[in-house]
């Protein structure tokens, strides 16, 4: 498997996976495509827990993923954040936690 966040991989590391799907966006009358190309799901490793992470069980593994740092969670709390910024989200965290 090919870790996708080499470099701030120490903490949560995130591997591509190979069957995921992404999401679709949308055409106007034969308009270029707008949206989209979001990857749903991931493979994820934190301590010794791999797990399958699809887009559609983010918020219920938010707490699992980044609620040990307080900070992190005053800053980017559960519902204030979307999938689409998940690798944002993991580098931010690793940057905080490392301090």
Do not use: C
Request: hydrophobic residues 35%; proline residues 4%; glycine residues 10%.
């Amino acid at each position: 498997m090919q870790v996708i966040n080499p470099g701030f991989d120490d903490i949560i590391s995130v591997y591509h996976d190979p069957r995921a799907k992404e999401t679709t966006g949308f055409s106007v009358m034969g308009s270029p495509q707008l949206g989209g190309g979001v990857i749903k799901s991931y493979y994820v490793k934190k301590g010794n827990k791999v797990m399958w992470l699809h887009k559609d069980d983010f918020e219920d593994n938010y707490d699992f993923l980044f609620g040990d740092n307080q900070d992190f969670m005053k800053k980017y709390p559960k519902n204030s954040v979307e999938w689409d910024y998940f690798s944002f989200l993991v580098s931010e965290y690793t940057a905080m936690t490392n301090g």
